[in-house]
């Protein structure tokens, strides 16, 4: 017997996989564990005040959310101030945090790390009024995910045909970054500011993020000859450019990728926004500060 008890929410739109199986697997394997739970469906309001209401009376320990990088934002957004454990069983279209944390992709191995994974807290951020536990942008990436949020279908060839379409009519928008007694303007492609590694699918576009240590990485692509772009994010996804301290000369630089706890982005251009791979609407200025410690995720 354990003393845990298990609230798994399932999206059922999530990613591309049959959801039944996994229902019938996680009923299957917890039980074998002896352990109670209870399944149910996200919601796309994001109302989860019957959740909260449960696991405060009924003294539930873990919440397993089975979906991708947008329900895991959605759910820890609203619950992460509770006293429980969260796991994830991955099956959405990039999966960025769950592969951050060494989560396995396949069900039944995401399953058996939630029995048996280390429970560690994970930092989150949030961007004005928005909550981000993972990677958010601003500019050419964002508008990628504002197309690929309007396809019927997802996945990972979807992504990257919105990627590669969005390529050719890419072009620098113009921001002020502003930190601590230092700012400058820059024109860029695109700012990702991360607490995770990646963007999804092990594309680690902050190769020395981590998701505990109370800063966030930000990635800058500047201004170029588009020819050179491709060739400048795969060298950041390589981990070929090393973390920066700002007192370098910025203009020689293809990319800027510096770590801080906050910082104010003034977005000239109004250039589009994603929030952790979801589509958001865009503002003239993001606020933008680390929320160390923000929840508890099992992993690896």
């Given at each position: 017997?354990?003393?845990?008890?298990?609230?798994?929410l399932?999206?059922?739109?999530?990613?591309?996989?049959?959801?039944?199986?996994?229902?019938?697997?996680?009923?299957?394997?917890?039980?074998?564990?002896?352990?109670?739970?209870?399944?149910?469906?996200?919601?796309?309001?994001?109302?989860?005040?019957?959740?909260?209401?449960?696991?405060?009376?009924?003294?539930?320990?873990d919440?397993?959310?089975?979906?991708?990088?947008?329900?895991?934002?959605?759910?820890?957004?609203?619950?992460?101030?509770?006293?429980?454990?969260?796991?994830?069983?991955?099956?959405?279209?990039?999966?960025?945090?769950?592969?951050?944390?060494?989560?396995?992709?396949?069900p039944?191995?995401?399953?058996?790390?939630?029995?048996?994974?280390?429970?560690?807290?994970?930092?989150?951020?949030?961007?004005?009024?928005?909550?981000?536990?993972?990677?958010?942008?601003?500019?050419?990436?964002?508008?990628?995910?504002?197309?690929?949020?309007s396809?019927?279908?997802?996945?990972?060839?979807t992504?990257?045909?919105?990627?590669?379409?969005?390529?050719?009519?890419?072009?620098?928008?113009?921001?002020?970054?502003?930190?601590?007694?230092?700012?400058?303007?820059?024109?860029?492609?695109?700012?990702?500011?991360?607490?995770?590694?990646?963007?999804?699918?092990?594309?680690?576009?902050?190769?020395?993020?981590?998701?505990?240590?109370?800063?966030?990485?930000?990635?800058?692509?500047?201004?170029?000859?588009?020819?050179?772009?491709?060739?400048?994010?795969?060298?950041?996804?390589?981990?070929?450019?090393?973390?920066?301290?700002?007192?370098?000369?910025?203009?020689?630089?293809?990319?800027?990728?510096?770590?801080?706890?906050?910082?104010?982005?003034?977005?000239?251009?109004?250039?589009?926004?994603?929030?952790?791979?979801?589509?958001?609407e865009?503002?003239?200025?993001?606020?933008i500060?680390?929320?160390?410690?923000?929840?508890?995720?099992?992993?690896a």
């Open positions: 017997m354990t003393d845990r008890k298990i609230i798994y399932i999206n059922p739109i999530s990613g591309t996989s049959r959801k039944e199986g996994i229902r019938k697997l996680i009923e299957r394997e917890t039980t074998a564990q002896g352990i109670p739970f209870l399944i149910e469906n996200t919601n796309a309001s994001g109302n989860y005040e019957h959740i909260k209401d449960w696991v405060l009376r009924e003294q539930y320990t919440i397993v959310m089975v979906g991708g990088d947008g329900t895991v934002n959605q759910v820890t957004q609203a619950l992460h101030d509770l006293p429980v454990r969260f796991g994830i069983i991955p099956v959405g279209s990039g999966n960025g945090l769950a592969r951050a944390a060494g989560i396995p992709m396949k039944q191995q995401s399953l058996a790390l939630v029995f048996t994974g280390t429970p560690r807290k994970v930092d989150a951020f949030r961007i004005n009024d928005h909550f981000s536990c993972m990677l958010s942008g601003i500019g050419f990436d964002a508008q990628v995910a504002h197309d690929f949020a396809k019927a279908s997802r996945g990972l060839m992504y990257t045909q919105q990627s590669i379409i969005n390529y050719f009519k890419a072009h620098p928008y113009q921001f002020q970054i502003v930190l601590d007694n230092f700012s400058f303007f820059t024109d860029a492609f695109f700012i990702s500011i991360a607490n995770s590694n990646q963007f999804g699918n092990n594309v680690t576009i902050a190769p020395q993020a981590s998701l505990n240590d109370g800063l966030l990485d930000i990635v800058i692509v500047q201004k170029m000859n588009k020819a050179r772009l491709p060739f400048a994010i795969l060298q950041q996804i390589r981990g070929n450019n090393k973390l920066q301290q700002l007192v370098e000369d910025m203009t020689g630089k293809n990319i800027l990728y510096f770590q801080t706890p906050s910082l104010t982005i003034r977005n000239l251009k109004h250039a589009p926004l994603h929030i952790d791979g979801e589509p958001r865009t503002t003239e200025e993001f606020s500060q680390i929320l160390k410690d923000c929840f508890t995720l099992i992993q």
